[in-house]
């Protein structure tokens, strides 16, 4: 069973906004990833995590554990960040994916 | 230079038949991985390898079989084919054994099955 909820499925944001992206799992990880997925179809993993908070460039992820509960945060969203946004979680050797949060930044 | 490499990009054959799909990391990673992404978009772990030893195998039909020849390489085979194999399939690899590493993720090979 996935478990692995992400909010908004779709998302449109006018360049600058700041976005959230919610991800939500119901069993206990090892590690929570965020990976970016480009129109292009190229995968690239944005963040691991398993607590507390990471930060690169505008992108922010958040994670907690007693929630289990995670966020991405991308500020001043521009036209370049339109991609799909997958969060997927893993407990040991198990990973598993959300459907992916499919974002538009217009200019 | 390109760390996670798949060949071919796109596939187009007809059922029944047998196919590969080829993997290269030159990262010098100890896990590589195969991943399907259906129509809708969704990413399903199939097989993970670390140092060549099967570590994941989920519940993937038999005529998908994965061969890890060293370290670096993770082919892909697949026998008679179905139209339901038409997906995305995408190789990564990381450091260490499991998933709780950064993946790097290759290119991906589009199947199309007629």
């Known amino acids: 069973k996935n478990e692995v909820e992400q909010s908004p499925q779709n998302l449109t944001a006018q360049e600058g906004e700041f976005i959230t992206i919610n991800c939500s799992y119901s069993?206990?990880?090892?590690?929570l990833h965020w990976l970016q997925q480009h129109p292009g179809g190229g995968i690239v993993s944005l963040f691991m995590?398993?607590?507390g908070k990471k930060k690169h460039g505008r992108l922010i992820a958040t994670i907690n554990i007693q929630e289990k509960h995670s966020s991405l945060h991308i500020t001043a969203s521009h036209p370049r960040d339109s991609a799909v946004y997958i969060c997927a979680r893993n407990t040991g050797n198990q990973f598993y994916f959300g459907t992916g949060t499919s974002l538009t930044v217009i200019p | 230079d390109t760390a996670v490499s798949q060949t071919p990009k796109y596939l187009v054959t007809q059922m029944g038949n047998d196919k590969s799909i080829k993997c290269e990391q030159n990262l010098g990673h100890d896990t590589m991985y195969w991943y399907k992404q259906d129509s809708k978009k969704f990413l399903k772990i199939m097989f993970s390898?670390?140092?060549?030893?099967?570590?994941i195998n989920e519940t993937v039909p038999n005529r998908f079989s994965p061969k890890s020849p060293d370290k670096a390489h993770l082919n892909l085979h697949i026998n008679s084919l179905e139209l339901g194999d038409s997906a995305v399939y995408f190789c990564?690899?990381?450091?260490?054994?499991?998933?709780?590493?950064?993946?790097?993720f290759g290119p991906g090979t589009r199947l199309t099955v007629t």
């Open positions: 995590l398993s607590s």
């Open positions: 990564a690899s990381s450091q260490g054994q499991g998933v709780s590493y950064e993946q790097y």
């Open positions: 069993v206990g990880i090892s590690a």
């Open positions: 390898y670390n140092n060549k030893e099967l570590i």
